[in-house]
T-cell receptor, first 114, second 112 residues
Framework: GAVVSQHPSRVICKSGTSVKIECRSLDFQATTMFWYRQFPKKSLMLMATSNEGSKATYEQGVEKDKFLINHASLTLSTLTVTSAHPEDSSFYIC??????????FGQGTRLTVV | SQKIEQNSEALNIQEGKTATLTCNYTNYSPAYLQWYRQDPGRGPVFLLLIRENEKEKRKERLKVTFDTTLKQSLFHITASQPADSATYLCALASNAGNMLTFGGGTRLMVKP
């Protein structure tokens, strides 16, 4: 079945630094990928839609300058959390959907900003 | 505004029984509906997709129904096992594209 790989699975960073999270579709091409954020015991909140070769589309309330998204190829999207602060600590998950199928999600990235 | 509701309270059932989870939506006309399983600290795993013109879909011990008149989907796990314990999310997608909107999820606990 389709596989989406997300890396790293866990990262701890100092406040003020930037963190890059990668999302790869391993056996299919994805012109669109999605980035979600999930708080404990809450559902997934869509942050942005990553579009290959063009700008990402951000959901209302999500700062595009803080959460930089790059979708440079049909199999890779990256999310960079810039100037991270403790309130950015969360579980970040990416997904992509092969044609005619449900979405496949990455393993998630647990970000802790100290 | 669009709203997707799942029972936020945990569902506790005995092993071997059938678990039934509910997903209701309002102000939405989804092209298809999906169910996912999520374990703690992990990304959701796709289980089943059902389209607006389908009433029911099955996969092994799983069954999903989709009633566009009632604006409701039911997710059944028959002969439930402790390994089925997890949070189950429903998600809707419109004709507009691939974007999914998720419900809050229901936690299922199957006791041996």
């Amino acid at each position: 079945g389709a596989v989406v790989s997300q890396h790293p699975s866990r990262v701890i960073c100092k406040s003020g630094t930037s963190v890059k999270i990668e999302c790869r579709s391993l056996d299919f091409q994805a012109t669109t990928m999605f980035w979600y954020r999930q708080f404990p015991k809450k559902s997934l909140m869509l942050m942005a839609t990553s579009n290959e070769g063009s700008k990402a589309t951000y959901e209302q309330g999500v700062e595009k300058d803080k959460f930089l998204i790059n979708h440079a190829s049909l199999t890779l999207s990256t999310l960079t959390v810039t100037s991270a602060h403790p309130e950015d600590s969360s579980f970040y998950i990416c997904s992509a959907r092969p044609e005619g199928s449900g979405a496949f999600f990455g393993q998630g990235t647990r970000l802790t900003v100290v | 505004s669009q709203k997707i509701e799942q029972n936020s309270e945990a569902l506790n059932i005995q092993e071997g029984k059938t678990a039934t989870l509910t997903c209701n939506y309002t102000n939405y006309s989804p092209a298809y509906l999906q169910w996912y399983r999520q374990d703690p600290g992990r990304g959701p795993v796709f289980l089943l997709l059902i389209r607006e013109n389908e009433k029911e879909k099955r996969k092994e011990r799983l069954k999903v129904t989709f009633d566009t008149t009632l604006k409701q989907s039911l997710f059944h796990i028959t002969a439930s096992q402790p390994a089925d314990s997890a949070t189950y999310l429903c998600a809707l997608a419109s004709n507009a594209g691939n974007m999914l909107t998720f419900g809050g999820g229901t936690r299922l606990m199957v006791k041996p």
